[in-house]
């Protein structure tokens, strides 16, 4: 199976859907801040979109199982099958080499605490529509 099979599907999903559950790994999750004004320093700053990963045992929201089975064209128990052995095989890295990656959006890690988070790279785009938008300096 691709290794980017998942991590872009969830990425497509997250775009409509604000939460996506994987069990027995956590969820992903965006938030969203509104644009904002620093009277201070005179600075405007774009609306921005995050993507948060809790990881807890949690049941699925079976949001990423359907789509998977719509997009390979295969049982939604043979979609959970591809999600349980993507999700092990991230479990089984993070033993051996403490990261595992999240496609091309970042890595898995264990934090200090001993829980699995997510480092996501810079270059991941979670608001299409303002993505790559800079601070304004409304000062004279």
Same mark, same amino acid.
């Given at each position: 199976? %691709?290794?980017? /099979?998942?991590? !872009? @599907?969830?990425?497509? &999903?997250?775009?409509?859907?604000?939460?996506?559950?994987?069990?027995?790994?956590?969820?992903?999750?965006?938030?969203?801040?509104?644009?904002?004004?620093?009277?201070?320093?005179?600075?405007?700053?774009?609306?921005?979109?995050?993507?948060?990963?809790?990881?807890?045992?949690?049941?699925? %929201?079976?949001? /990423?199982?359907? !789509? @998977?089975?719509?997009? &390979?064209n295969i049982s939604e128990n043979e979609a959970l099958e591809?999600?349980?052995?993507?999700?092990?095989?991230?479990?089984?890295?993070?033993?051996?080499?403490?990261?595992?990656?999240?496609?091309?959006?970042?890595?898995?890690?264990?934090?200090?605490?001993?829980?699995?988070?997510?480092?996501?790279?810079?270059?991941?785009?979670?608001?299409?529509?303002?993505?790559?938008?800079?601070?304004?300096?409304?000062?004279?």
């Amino acid at each position: 199976m %691709n290794e980017n /099979l998942i991590p !872009n @599907i969830i990425f497509e &999903l997250l775009e409509k859907n604000r939460k996506i559950v994987i069990s027995g790994l956590g969820y992903f999750e965006i938030t969203h801040q509104s644009a904002s004004y620093d009277a201070e320093t005179k600075i405007l700053y774009p609306p921005v979109n995050f993507l948060n990963f809790k990881n807890c045992d949690i049941k699925s %929201n079976n949001i /990423l199982e359907k !789509n @998977i089975a719509k997009k &390979l064209n295969i049982s939604e128990n043979e979609a959970l099958e591809k999600i349980s052995l993507w999700r092990d095989e991230i479990c089984i890295k993070l033993v051996e080499f403490q990261t595992a990656a999240f496609g091309e959006a970042g890595e898995f890690f264990v934090d200090d605490e001993g829980k699995i988070s997510l480092r996501f790279s810079d270059k991941t785009n979670i608001m299409k529509d303002s993505y790559g938008l800079k601070e304004i300096y409304l000062g004279k």
